[in-house]
């Protein structure tokens, strides 16, 4: 006879494994009922095309409302007659995210939306997903729409430069700086904190030159946040000191592959390197009174001035008074 041999007893009693099978089940159950309940829908806004699950119709409505505004800027920033058809996809859960990015192009997982320029496309989280929600939404959409509508007036140029060269990537001849500069210009996303980033790196004299954020920026995230600090305050000079149309034609120049030097000779009417230098005088000239109205006898000094002003307006105010009661009330012994 064949020996038998005793296979080891579960440690857990039969009707706990059988409640554990069943709890498996229903997840399963729950999950695949998700799935096809929450079918993807679609709604049109001019040039926009939202693409949504039903949980968020009324975020869809609210930004449909809102394109037409962005729609009418850009189209006028950039000189465009229109903007071609965008497509943005709103994802109510981070699996929604990542299965609709490109493969091998997996952004990181604190990334709030995603741009692919070429496509006029672009993948945006629920604002439930993010930390902050949905006071900051609309300019992360603002910012979104102003890479793909950049893109989309510098088209025209050679196959090679009408690549996709991937999310929030600029479009070969248009740097880096340019393009992140001019999405936070649009989103008006400048803050008292990229404030403070721009003066420590001018008062340390630590800018980063912009030949290192041509194709990318860089990875520490301080060094990161200083290089959009730049890029915006450099676009906002720009469009500032040049003016609309310029700043247009630059863009356009760009994105039918003329070299940067060229363009920026031809269009701006001088070498970039000059330009940069005087952007950078600039700076310095801005910045360096901060030190002055910070230090210790300059916030006593205006602390005084403050007090006296205080003073001098509490004093007539009373006199004010006083003279008005002796016109209300004259004295009774006269």
């Not at 799935?35 to 829908?41: K, L, P, Q, T, Y």
């Not at 965008?86 to 990181?108: M, N």
């Not at 005088?281 to 230090?295: A, F, K, M, V």
Request: glycine share 8%; with cysteine.
């Amino acid at each position: 006879m064949g020996r038998r041999i005793a296979l080891p007893r579960s440690p857990l009693p039969r009707w706990c494994r059988g409640l554990s099978v069943l709890a498996a089940f229903l997840v399963i159950l729950v999950r695949a009922s998700l799935v096809f309940s929450a079918e993807w829908e679609t709604s049109r806004f001019g040039a926009f095309v939202f693409h949504y699950r039903a949980d968020s119709e009324k975020l869809v409505s609210y930004l449909g409302g809102l394109s037409r505004q962005v729609e009418e800027r850009v189209v006028k920033d950039l000189g465009l007659q229109r903007l071609n058809e965008i497509q943005v996809t709103i994802a109510s859960t981070l699996e929604d995210f990542v299965a609709l990015q490109p493969p091998g192009r997996k952004a990181q997982k604190w990334a709030a939306a995603l741009a692919y320029p070429s496509q006029d496309r672009i993948l945006m989280k629920s604002p439930r997903l993010l930390l902050g929600g949905q006071p900051h939404y609309e300019q992360i959409f603002l910012h979104e729409v102003a890479h793909v509508a950049l893109d989309q007036a510098s088209r025209g140029g050679p196959p090679e430069a009408r690549r996709d060269p991937g999310a929030g990537s600029p479009r070969p001849g248009i740097p880096r700086w340019l393009h992140e500069g001019y999405a936070i210009y649009v989103a008006r996303q400048w803050s008292p904190s990229r404030e403070v980033i721009m003066t420590r790196a001018v008062l340390a004299g630590r800018l980063i030159p912009l030949g290192r954020l041509v194709s990318d920026f860089p990875e520490d995230d301080r060094q990161a946040q200083l290089a959009y600090a730049q890029s915006a305050d450099l676009v906002h000079y720009l469009i500032r000191r040049y003016g609309g149309k310029t700043f247009r034609d630059f863009v356009i120049a760009l994105g039918r592959g003329s070299r940067f030097g060229y363009a920026s000779r031809t269009i701006l009417g001088e070498d970039f390197h000059t330009l940069e230098e005087d952007w950078q005088g600039r700076l310095e000239r801005r910045y360096t009174w901060i030190p002055l109205l910070t230090s210790t006898g300059s916030l006593w000094f205006l602390a005084s001035l403050v007090f006296l002003a205080a003073y001098i307006r509490k004093k007539a105010a009373s006199r004010a008074k006083v003279e008005g009661w002796s016109k209300d009330d004259p004295d009774p012994y006269n």
